[in-house]
């Protein structure tokens, strides 16, 4: 395993995000149009030594906090929210490691992570009652443990060095089994064909009588009979996406009204505006967009907060209930306000907005889609049953 630089404090991380972004920004337009696998992006994106930010100190990391972990995924979604929902999997398998690996996985797989290996997603599945009924199954067979199973919504599997796949043992039991993507058996397809994130290439996997080293299977179900913040700490992940996209748009529209949009004549006429920027129906409208992307930025960062108070481990249901519904909140929240800037910002530019050189659509598109398999009505009802009723919020993945 090569060695890559890990950054060691806060701000060098942020400051190594903020350059992979500017990086990676060129390309963004070709990369939703085409949808085709990032490779060269993704393969920089494991040698920045990012992947590497949560992996705890005792295990060689730097162990850095959530505040850090959602300003990293914040700055990179501005640019670009497909690469940056690509580690999304990566960070929650490496607290799963962190909270309920045995010595030998976090040895193992924590090694691969500091030498620029990303897990990869494969969790959900098509066909059940809900993404959850899963039909994958770990069984004891020909003197060894089988993998068998067909995935979706893999993200980041594609590229990844390792996969964690869930699946149901012989007793029945959730497990979470880290097979080598390369490994005999596993097959992950770019048939990943949406109308929003396309560079996440979130398509299947699939598991055909695959060998599992025994020592690389965690009892995940454990891991949700206990007070956990592995649901809560994906979640973050996900509310930075979506802040990101909401900060990307509002800085697209700023600098399409400043550069190509025209002002509505009535504005001329009326002798308000000889520019975009200038009509006051705009700069109140583009001014309402700023406050709600300002709320969102500030609903994640103190929920980022929040799971740094309540840490990996919270003491009881209570802290983990703490965490969860700060995290609902601001992943509700920023959902909306993503969909919102992304939409609005054909209202403020214009007719001339729309052309597809642009790729503005870009936004709204990658917005609905990554808000779609998370319902933002599920958040709110948590968070109002929890400030209402007192009831603590369900303890999953999702929360």
Known sequence: MTAVAVPGSSAAAIATARDFAASIADGVIERDRTGKVPSAELKAFDTSGLLAITV???HGGPGLPATVLAEVIRSIAMVDPAIAQVPQGHFLMVDVLAVFGSAYQQRRLFGSVLSGGRLGNAVAERGGRHAQDLKTRLSRADGGVRLNGRKYYATGAITSRWIGASALDD?????????????PGVTVDDDWNVMGQRATVSGTAT?????VEPGLIVPYERAFQVPQQLG????????????GIAGGALSDAREFIRTRARPFFEAIRGGWAEQACDDPYTISHFGRLAVRVRAAEELLASAAATLDEVTRSPRDAGEAARGSVAVAEAKAFASEAAAEVASDLFSLSGASAADERYDL??????AR???????????????????????????????
């Not at 779609?372 to 009723?389: C, E, F, Q, R």
């Open 56 to 58: 705890p100190t005792e």
């Open 171 to 183: 007793e029945g039991h959730l497990v979470l089994a880290f097979v080598e993507r390369d490994a």
């Open 207 to 211: 598991f055909d009588d695959v060998l």
């Open 232 to 243: 809560a700490r994906a979640q973050l992940v996900h509310a930075a996406i979506q802040v």
């Open 361 to 366: 659509s870009r936004h709204w598109r990658n």
């Open 369 to 399: 889609t990554h808000a779609s398999h998370d319902p933002v009505a599920w958040k709110y009802h948590h968070v109002g049953n929890y400030l209402l009723n007192d009831v603590l919020p369900p303890n999953h993945g999702q929360l």
